[in-house]
């Protein structure tokens, strides 16, 4: 879907096309996401091996008072890797079909990055306790 703007530049998605190529070729947009897919496929994994390790109740919502109100059962646990999944895919959809701006573009990216670091750490932390 490629259009013609009124000073003959092309459009793709609302994009310039040289915009459009720049993303694309960004080096560290890419480690990001890459750290981003490594850090779900690694959660997915500590949960797999560790799933039948894990007690019948689980500190998961720390937010919640100490005791009983922060525990959960061991399904909870996919909470952080979905979470992790859905925002990461959330800030790269807006990073690129509504940014045209490569700083923009990154910082979204990186803010994905860490969050999805976070999650790793708090993922490893857990299971690391508790097994």
């Known amino acids: 879907m490629v ?3 009124h ?3 092309n459009l793709r998605f609302g ?4 915009a459009h190529s720049k993303l694309y070729l960004d080096r560290f947009s890419f480690l990001c996401i890459a750290f981003c897919a490594i850090s779900v496929f690694v959660q997915v994994a500590l949960i797999l091996v560790s799933f039948q390790k894990l007690p019948p109740q689980l500190p998961i919502f720390y937010s ?3 005791g009983e ?6 399904i909870a646990i996919w909470i952080l890797p979905g979470l992790t999944l859905f925002f990461v895919a959330i800030n790269y ?3 690129r079909f509504v940014l045209a701006e490569l700083f923009l573009y990154r910082v979204l990216l990186t803010f994905s990055a860490i969050c999805a670091f976070a999650a790793l750490y ?10």
């Open 7 to 9: 000073d003959g530049s």
């Open 93 to 95: 959809v807006i990073a």
């Open 15 to 18: 994009l310039r096309v040289e």
């Open 64 to 66: 919640k008072p100490w």
């Open 122 to 131: 708090d993922m490893t932390k857990i299971i690391s306790l508790l097994v």
């Open 69 to 74: 109100p922060m525990l959960a059962g061991p």
């Open 3 to 5: 259009n013609q703007t």
